[in-house]
């Protein structure tokens, strides 16, 4: 979803930090704090005049209700974070919100709407206004219906789900009788539609395959047997792992081994829309983080070959379009933004003039969104690779090392020895560097926008953006070394991969 119309009424100034904080930590403690009470406050239920759960997009304002709307998609992302905090951070005055939460997702499953009822597609509307009713207006509602809402929200309600679960909480009989029922309508449009087409999640979209939406579909499948099998649903979700795998499999075929990174979508053809280079992959990598699953390349994690060699890849490219960082040295960070087609004003790709202009000269702005997540992906490689005790190099990710060392070499090291030390010490500065450079984009108010100007970096766009904010958080999060719970079967070995060239030669995840 995209909000340009708002913006001639946004003349925001931005923080001078790092003048008014020198490290971090500093920022970080400045914008943490403001950020969740803006979440909590002015985006959410009655406060922010929606229902009990409800987040809208951004900050309301009556005199747009177009944009004061309730985006699964974005919903899901502050959903996520908050259920981060809530189990992984042991904040349970999030708990009565997430039971509000929970009764939301669950109601939008059932608003008849223009993607149709509970039985014909409706599972897939991603839009409704703030008391969840449903959005008449075309224009209201782009990129509908969406394929990943239902993988997002079944994924949420799981997790929750499995929290509930625990000894402490001891809501087993609830979970299994009155939630389970929710989560399995999803898993099972799921299971049934997982190879069909739908719009990708940018705004404007294709139509076509997405791997976003195929990462949150092999999660919630993944998650959702787990759940199965522990409230003892074992012959509901028997089928569930084998369309699991199938998804997995497919989720290979966007991988590009020639330049090193995961395309966005089947589209790739920038005739019809899309080079397929563009920053959603990176933030299914962040939001799949698993601890459990260490270095996994399949499911795309953090510290994973491909992960890093994409964040590499697809950062240059954003890097070299944005004149505000287009002459920024090879081995320093920049801005990312959402693909590398998008025109942010004007609300669409104009593919046919767009592809002939310089990369610079484009007019999409940098994202706050997809540049916290790209610094929460080194936060969380780096917390895995503690974790696990060493950190490897392979062919496919040495392109993302010798920005640190030029003279590293493919090998696996032990966290004892010198060149992990000096590495890890290398990365966590650039994943610094990154943040800094979004705080000197922040405005003073520590109210998050959706982008700065591409040439100046000032703020713009509207305040409250809840995607800004909600990957804020993560990676405010991450930066302090918490691991999300987990959501995977335990790791298996992973057969077929050689970690050459990025591709995989295997029959099934083993």
Known sequence: MRYSTLLPLLGLAASPLLAGADSVADYFSNLAPTTRSVLLHNVTGPEAGADPGIVAAVIPDASHPEFSIYWIRDACLVYNVWLNELIALGDKSLRPLMDDVTLALVRSQHVESLSGSIFNGGLEEPVFYLNLSFIREASFRPGSPAADGPPFRAAMLIKYA??????????????????????????????????????????????????????????????????????????????????????????????????????????????????????????????????????????????????????????????????????????????????????????????????????????????????????????????????????????????????????????????????????????????????????????????LTESVDKVTGEPFGPPGMIRSLAAALGAVDTYEGMAPPSWSFPKKHIAGYDGLDGQFHFDSYA
């Open 162 to 447: 499995d929290w509930l679960l625990e000894p402490a909480q001891n809501n087993g009989t609830w979970v299994a009788d009155n939630l389970w029922p929710a989560i399995n309508l999803d898993l099972q449009w799921i299971s049934r539609t997982w190879n069909q087409s739908s719009y990708d999640l940018w705004w404007p979209p294709v139509w076509g395959g997405s791997y976003w939406t195929a990462a949150l579909q092999y999660r919630a499948l993944i998650a959702g047997a787990r759940l199965g099998h522990k409230i003892g649903r074992h012959d509901t979700v028997v089928d569930y792992p084998k369309k699991a795998a199938l998804v997995l499999d497919y989720m290979q075929s966007f991988w590009n081994p020639v330049e090193g990174f995961m395309t966005e979508t089947t589209i790739t053809d920038v005739a019809l829309g899309r080079s397929g280079v563009g920053s959603a992959a990176l933030t299914a990598s962040v939001y799949n983080y698993d601890q459990n699953l260490g270095c996994d390349p399949l499911t795309f994690q953090p510290c994973s070959d491909r992960a890093l060699s994409a964040l590499k890849v697809v950062g240059d490219k954003f890097k070299a379009m944005f004149p505000l960082t287009a002459h920024t040295p090879a081995n320093k960070p920049g801005w990312f933004g959402f693909f590398t087609e998008d025109q942010f004003i004007g609300g669409q790709v104009r593919h046919l003039i767009t592809s002939l202009l310089p990369l610079n000269s484009r007019v999409q702005q940098p994202q706050f969104f997809s540049t916290f997540n790209s610094a929460e992906q080194l936060y969380a490689a780096l917390n895995t690779w503690d974790n696990i005790g060493s950190l490897s190099i392979t062919p496919v990710s040495l392109k993302f090392f010798v920005q640190f060392d030029k003279n590293v070499k493919v090998g696996t090291y032990a966290k004892s020895s010198k060149t992990y030390r000096q590495l890890t010490v290398a990365i966590r500065s650039y994943a610094d560097e990154i943040v800094g450079i979004m705080a000197k984009g922040t405005p003073t108010d520590f109210v």
